[in-house]
């Protein structure tokens, strides 16, 4: 993620330093929104290579 080189508004640090509130919030933010991020994909991935068992298994089960 790039929110590493984002300087705070309010105490003009990195936010990815958590000086300030400010900062600190921000940076969780990025930090929940970017974890979402890797989840979502890796959630599809699974959900689809389910669904693949299920039909594996009842084309099997019909044969
Ligand atoms: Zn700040």
Do not use: K, W
Not at 20 to 38: D, M, T
Request: hydrophobic fraction near 50%; charged fraction near 15%; charge should be positive.
């Amino acid at each position: 993620m790039t929110y590493d080189r984002l300087v705070c508004a309010s105490c003009a640090a990195p936010v990815s330093e958590g000086r300030c509130p400010v900062c600190r919030a921000n940076r969780e933010r990025l930090q929940q929104e970017s974890f979402l991020g890797g989840l979502n994909p890796m959630a599809l991935i699974a959900l689809l290579a389910v669904l693949v068992a299920a039909v594996a298994l009842l084309a099997h089960q019909t044969v």
